[in-house]
């Protein structure tokens, strides 16, 4: 069974910093995807970025990158020059090619931006 | 695109109701997922529809739940004689077709059984 693992419940940040949070997965599968969600308080969640296991580089999207570590199984997510629209929980998720796309989540890790 | 859309917003009812939840995703995306999330945890998968076809169902989707996607388009989701463990808020998603496995999500029915 696959499983998703976000060691991290909460991490604060001060504005303009930066904060890397955490996330390490099982599978036996070599081809799959891996995510990281945004769930900001009471609004609904939104994709931040997306790997796929294939690719060696490591994706980026604007202040937000990741590193993956495919031996170590490892995929954090790191959050450059924070802003107070960046306070939510983010959820580290994973998909095979061969499970219809259905993600399977960590707990969340709760983000707190202060300024 | 007016993205994923779910109704109610949120629903009380007494245990032992009847309630159903209503998903309208993205009108290209030919699959649609829901989840179910308890408070302080991540979303956890219940079923899945690639068009009108219920492909996937978890081992958490007991007897008591139905979901349906007549036509491939909207969906619904039904508990029949709640429980106050079904007490979450339920997510809907959806995907467009091909190797694409970004999912869009609803806002959510947030379920209280009292």
């Known amino acids: 069974a696959q499983t998703v693992t976000q060691s991290q419940p909460e991490m604060s940040v001060q504005e303009a910093e930066t904060v890397t949070l955490s996330c390490t997965y099982d599978t036996s599968e070599s081809d799959y995807y891996l995510f990281w969600y945004k769930q900001p308080p009471s609004r609904q969640m939104i994709l931040v970025i997306r790997q796929e296991a294939y690719k060696q580089q490591n994706a980026t999207e604007n202040r937000f990158s990741v590193n993956f570590q495919k031996a170590a199984k490892s995929f954090s997510l790191k959050i450059s020059d924070s802003q107070l629209g960046d306070a939510a929980m983010y959820f580290c998720a994973?998909?095979?090619?061969?499970?219809?796309?259905?993600?399977q989540f960590g707990a969340g890790t709760q983000v707190v931006v202060t300024p | 695109?007016?993205?994923?859309?779910?109704?109610?917003?949120?629903?009380?009812?007494?245990?032992?109701?009847?309630?159903?939840?209503?998903?309208?995703?993205?009108?290209?995306?030919?699959?649609?997922?829901?989840?179910?999330?308890?408070?302080?945890?991540?979303?956890?998968?219940?079923?899945?529809?690639?068009?009108?076809?219920?492909?996937?169902?978890?081992r958490l989707l007991s007897d008591r739940f139905s979901a349906e996607r007549p036509k491939g388009s909207f969906s619904t989701l039904e508990i029949q004689r709640t429980e106050q463990g079904d007490s979450a808020m339920y997510l809907c998603a959806s995907t467009s077709p091909g190797p694409n496995y970004e999912q869009y999500f609803g806002p959510g029915t947030r379920l209280t059984v009292t």
């Open chain 1, 94 to 103: 994973y998909t095979t090619t061969d499970s219809w796309g259905k993600l």
């Open chain 2, 1 to 58: 695109d007016t993205g994923v859309s779910q109704d109610p917003r949120h629903k009380i009812t007494k245990r032992g109701q009847n309630v159903t939840f209503r998903c309208d995703p993205i009108s290209e995306h030919n699959r649609l997922y829901w989840y179910r999330q308890t408070l302080g945890q991540g979303p956890e998968f219940l079923t899945y529809f690639q068009n009108e076809a219920q492909l996937e169902k978890s």
